[in-house]
């Protein structure tokens, strides 16, 4: 306790008596500002002097700049700041003037090229080891500046209802709740913040290890159980600045202008705006700056500003240990909406002149996200035991908020402190924690309800079911911590067939994911799918699209028991062993035979995912960041000792990969697999096509996109014993901007696969081929299409299978951004 105390109180008087550095000059001409004055809150620190600077300590987080005849402005605090100020009362014609060159300083790209291309050798992951602390405080308030004048009309608003003798609360249930509920929370916001979440946590990093993060502590106001979710979420900590980044610079302008002297190291100083931003009519000249260390090219600060000064801001700054440069502090400011209160009531029948008064008269009170994160403790060289990186990449020492006090760079304000006691109650009145639970189930693609986990991916569409609608039901942790029974019911219009499966998970631990699984199924399955165990609900979305066009189904019901264990963060093991029968759907003989045919076969799957980050949760492990590469492994044996009727043996493997180079992002997948023995033609593999055979078809030539698959191929006809596959997409490092704010480029793709079959005769169904020569696509990918969140991708496909008829050989995609490549 008293080392505790000591920290802190030393970290008080270093704030007290750190001296910064602030620079003010004109934004049109910059020219230094003599005589701009600086205050924190409303104390006056002082003025700039001939050159525009000042050079002042103070404990607060930013400061006010004011100066005559400009529009005064706010800044972070930090040992060097700069700002520039537009004048007041600048004429029309002089405003037009001041338009800015819409082409970046070839300098300034130069720079910024360089320090991209070192960025990971700058980071601290280019040392052998390092550990340090961090400390993060977030939360969604009224605008500080306002909270006096907001207190004010809040009180004022109360005594004015409250004179109304014949007050009218809504008549509807949830009108009038919603009606209270508001009035209650505009009350507690007058002394506290609307949320507030605290997060310390300790980084940990051997090359031989690999990585580790602690949450050392976490609170969350109005919530009693923890977020999973939020702890994993990450900062910038360890990514590029999208500053930075090469795809963004059609979003930005950047310019090199001068030079800075910071704790005795020169920087590069770049000044950049947003590309749509031409006049800056009482605005800032430039969105941001970033300083650029000259020795090493690393970023040392990035300050990033909104165009309209009141919309926010957020700085970062980095610092120099082991010439490796460590992320020090980060602040956000972000607006986020609006609060809208009626001054007037709104008449029954009033006239547009009316209306317009009303609104006019309507209070407003910006709404911000604040976020201030401290990094601190830097070790490095660590030495490290083994035991300190066991379990999952990310690991949960305490989340109830008592050891924060250990942790906190600065103290609460008595705002901060009033937040957890106020909405803390309101919390527990208005069940904030079962509300948010349904949110963050929606991450792993359910819907909560109680003690129920609601998925709706059965519900689906393909050529033999045609429209499929069903979900499944789960009983969650709340039902028991150990024991976890599931149903799911769907049904197929076109088939007209139920389907329906139940099933028990049953954990040994709730230290890692470890369970054992029993479960009956009644169901359909396209014939030939590649092993899709293990495999990420993002990933089994992206490849549902393999399905649509292959009418070559199946049945099959049965029971399988299995085990699935993490042996560690990187290595999952499923084993399972399965009986069930099974019968065509489709007009198709085995060897002379139709009707059902017994199976009794194992499994054995490995994944091994060496970077990806996974958290212990109360329902599971939770992959909060997939990384490459990733290894997919499958073997299934089928037994005829066993009361099967067959013996085969069934390997299939999945490579994927992503890496960057000066060209570009490629992005790879490499897949293939081998049969031996004699079962149907569902136990082989498919070869991935998308695309309908039918004659005519107005959409003949569009599919939706797939994990694996091809877009010109027809689907169901290529079926092979053993096979080999790849996907090759490399992005164009071309970014440009169309609609909207988001940027597109394009991908170039290839893919093909080939393979063979030792025995086709085995097997007669119309269309049926094997595939034996290389079948190749090319295409290109239009990222984010017309600015939206989606990619179209067009297709041809080349060599030995392509045609004469150019609609033979075209196809075309669509895909949701949000499955990535």
Not at 415 to 430: A, C, H, N, V
Request: hydrophobic share 35%.
């Amino acid at each position: 306790m008293t080392k505790t105390f000591t920290g802190l109180l030393l970290f008080c008087i270093s704030l007290m008596f750190s001296q910064s550095t602030l620079t003010v000059y004109r934004s049109d001409n910059n020219k230094p500002l003599k005589g701009a004055k600086v205050y924190c809150n409303s104390s006056f620190l002082g003025q700039t002097n001939d050159k525009g600077v000042l050079t002042f300590s103070t404990k607060c987080t930013k400061v006010d700049v004011e100066i005559d005849n400009y529009i005064g402005d706010e800044v972070l605090v930090d040992k060097v700041m700069e700002l520039a100020l537009d004048r007041e009362n600048v004429k029309s014609t002089q405003i037009e003037g001041v338009v800015l060159t819409n082409e970046s300083d070839p300098r300034a790209l130069a720079i910024l090229d360089k320090t991209f291309r070192r960025f990971k050798d700058n980071s601290p992951n280019a040392l052998d080891s390092y550990s340090y602390k961090s400390y993060e405080k977030m939360s969604f308030d009224v605008d500080l500046d306002s909270i006096q004048d907001y207190s004010r009309f809040v009180d004022a608003r109360k005594d004015s209802l409250t004179r109304l003798s014949n007050r009218q609360l809504p008549k509807k249930e949830k009108e009038k709740k919603d009606s209270i509920e508001g009035e209650q929370m505009m009350e507690v916001v007058k002394d506290s913040k609307m949320f507030l979440w605290e997060r310390a946590m300790e980084f940990l990093y051997s090359k031989k290890h690999g990585e580790k993060v602690n949450v050392l502590d976490n609170r969350i106001s109005g919530l009693k159980n923890p977020v999973y979710e939020m702890m994993a979420l990450r900062s910038n900590r360890d990514k590029i600045p999208k500053e930075i980044l090469p795809q963004n610079r059609s979003l930005y302008r950047y310019f090199l202008t001068d030079s800075i002297e910071i704790d005795g190291r020169m920087n590069h100083v770049i000044r950049f705006r947003q590309v749509d931003y031409k006049v800056p009519v009482n605005r800032r000249k430039y969105n941001g700056y970033i300083y650029i260390d000259k020795d090493s090219y690393a970023v040392k600060k990035i300050e990033s500003n909104s165009k309209v000064k009141s919309d926010g801001s957020i700085t970062s700054v980095w610092i120099p240990i082991n010439e490796k440069w460590f992320l020090k502090t980060e602040n956000l400011k972000i607006k986020v909406g609006t609060s809208e209160f009626s001054t007037v009531p709104k008449k029954e029948n009033e006239t547009a002149e009316e209306k317009k008064e009303r609104l006019a008269k309507v209070k407003k009170f910006g709404n911000y996200a604040y976020m201030k994160a401290d990094y601190f403790d830097v070790q490095t060289p660590v030495e490290f035991k083994a035991s300190q990186f066991n379990g999952y990449s990310m690991g949960v020492k305490n989340a109830d908020g008592t050891l924060l006090d250990q942790y906190r760079t600065d103290s609460l304000t008595t705002r901060e402190k009033l937040t957890y006691t106020k909405i803390d109650s309101l919390g527990k009145k208005y069940t904030l924690d079962r509300k948010v639970q349904v949110l963050t189930a929606l991450l792993r693609a359910n819907f909560t309800v109680g003690m129920v986990d609601i998925s709706p991916l059965q519900t689906k569409y393909n050529r033999y079911e045609g429209f499929r609608l069903g979900a499944s039901f789960k009983l969650n942790e709340k039902f028991n911590k150990y024991i976890s029974p599931d149903v799911y019911l769907a049904y197929g219009f076109k088939d007209r067939g139920w389907k329906y499966g139940a099933g028990v998970d049953v954990k040994t631990t709730l230290e890692r994911n470890s369970f054992f699984r029993l479960e009956y199924f009644n169901d359909v399955m396209a014939s030939g799918r590649f092993s899709q165990n293990l495999w990420n609900a993002k990933m089994q979305i992206n490849n549902n699209g393999s399905n649509i066009q292959n009418d070559k189904y199946f049945q099959f019901e049965g029971f399988r028991f299995g085990y699935q264990i993490d042996l560690s963060n990187a290595l999952t093991l499923d084993v399972s062993a399965t009986k069930q029968n099974e019968e065509t759907a489709f007009d198709y003989t085995f060897m002379g035979r139709t009707g059902k045919f017994e199976n009794f076969s194992s499994t054995a799957t490995i994944k091994f995912s060496p970077n990806s980050k996974n958290i212990m949760t109360p329902y599971g492990k939770y992959t909060f960041d997939q990384k490459f590469p990733e290894v997919y492994l499958n073997y299934e044996q089928g037994y005829k000792s066993l009361g099967g009727e067959f013996d085969y043996s069934r390997i299939d493997v999945l490579y994927t990969h992503q890496f960057r180079t000066r060209l570009g992002v490629t992005s790879t997948r490499a897949y293939g697999g081998l049969y031996f023995g004699q079962a149907p033609i569902w136990h082989l593999f498919e070869m991935g096509g998308l695309s309908t055979n039918q004659e005519n078809s107005l959409l003949s030539n569009f599919t939706f996109t797939s994990y694996l698959g091809f877009a010109t191929m027809t689907a169901g006809k290529y079926f092979n014993d053993k096979f080999a596959g790849y996907y090759i997409s490399h992005r164009i490092p071309w970014y440009f901007k169309s609609l909207g704010k988001n940027t597109s480029n394009f991908d170039v793709i290839y893919r093909g696969v080939i393979g063979n079959m030792k025995n086709p005769e085995y097997h007669q169904f119309e269309g049926f081929s094997p595939l034996d020569h290389l079948y190749q696509e090319v295409g290109l990918e239009y990222i984010n299409f017309l600015s939206s969140r989606l990619n179209l991708g067009l297709f041809y496909r080349v060599g030995h299978y392509s045609t004469n008829d150019f609609k033979d050989n075209f196809g075309f995609q669509l895909k949701f951004k949000f499955l990535e490549f």
